[in-house]
């Protein structure tokens, strides 16, 4: 069964950093495209930043040059280190894999405020 739990969201200023983490069980890590997606009140969700099986990287435009996915095969972790955080990048965050339908963790609030 795959489980996908993330942790590390919070309030912080702009400007300021978070690292968001995933711990994902129940997957084989490497197999499948895995990323991070966020929502904003009353927006879609969508893809913030997303590793694919041979090691390719996709960004948001909104996100690139502050944001940097990476992935801890051993551990099963995947982390989203977010700088220059800017209000809106307020969201819930959520990690997600596709084994050819969607898996969703519960998401962690981030909010960018002063």
């Known amino acids: 069964q795959v489980q996908l739990v993330e942790s590390g969201g919070g309030l912080v200023q702009p400007g300021g950093s978070l690292r968001l983490s995933c711990a994902a069980s129940?997957?084989?890590?490497?197999?499948?495209?895995m990323g991070w997606y966020r929502q904003a009140p009353g927006k879609q969700r969508e893809m913030v930043a997303r590793?694919?099986?041979?090691?390719?990287?996709n960004y948001a435009e909104s996100v690139k040059g502050r944001f940097t996915i990476s992935r801890d095969y051993a551990k099963k972790m995947m982390y989203l280190q977010m700088n220059s955080l800017k209000p809106e990048d307020t969201a819930v965050y959520y990690c997600?894999?596709?084994?050819?339908?969607?898996?969703w963790g519960q998401g962690t609030q981030v909010t960018v405020s002063s």
């Open positions: 129940g997957v084989i890590f490497s197999n499948y495209v």
């Open positions: 590793i694919i099986p041979d090691g390719d990287i």
């Open positions: 997600n894999v596709y084994l050819g339908s969607d898996y």
